[in-house]
């Protein structure tokens, strides 16, 4: 089995990278929306038995304690990597653990089952970014100890640190939203799942 860390941005922080995209008042909504998501996506996997959401955010923190997920609600924000890593404190090492970001809008159930299911046993597997650059998602096996790299070219970071890429780049599921390029993309994809 498998516990969950999803750390999460204050919303006044939250796509701050989408600013000539979106207001401010949208991109508070898409972040709600899609942390949403995804807790409901990893709270659906059969092969998860915990999950934990590590934020500053009032509003993220309630969002996940009404869906029935464990929060840890930090004073100050110290990073995406600090989150992390008090994550997988609550986590423990005798568990496998799995780092997913709140924006992955096209995550399901399914493609968490996947992803546990391919990765390694004996060291850490990520999901690489669609650019193939970043760490969309981070399983870290049960007894294994690992800093945590997220940030500007964490996949070459996570590589360094011992894990290996399940995918050369992300395959839909694991599709962040980072950029106002990354918004027409999920929402072509979401069209065409519509369509089905």
Known sequence: MTRVVIPLKSLEEAKSRL???LSPRSRRELAISMAAHVIAATIRTAAVNGVVVVTTDRTLAA???ARGVEVIQSRADTGMNEAVRIGLDWAG???NRLVLPGDLPL???DAINELIGR???RRPSIAPDAAGTGTNALF??????MRTRFGDDSMSAHL???ARALWRKAPTPFIDVDAPDDLILTRRCLRLRSMR
């Open 107 to 109: 995550l399901s159930a």
């Open 19 to 21: 600013v000539p995209a």
């Open 93 to 95: 090492r005798s568990e």
């Open 160 to 162: 360094a640190e011992g």
């Open 140 to 145: 870290i096996p049960a007894g294994w100890r």
């Open 119 to 121: 990765a390694s046993r």
């Open 63 to 65: 969002l996940a304690r």
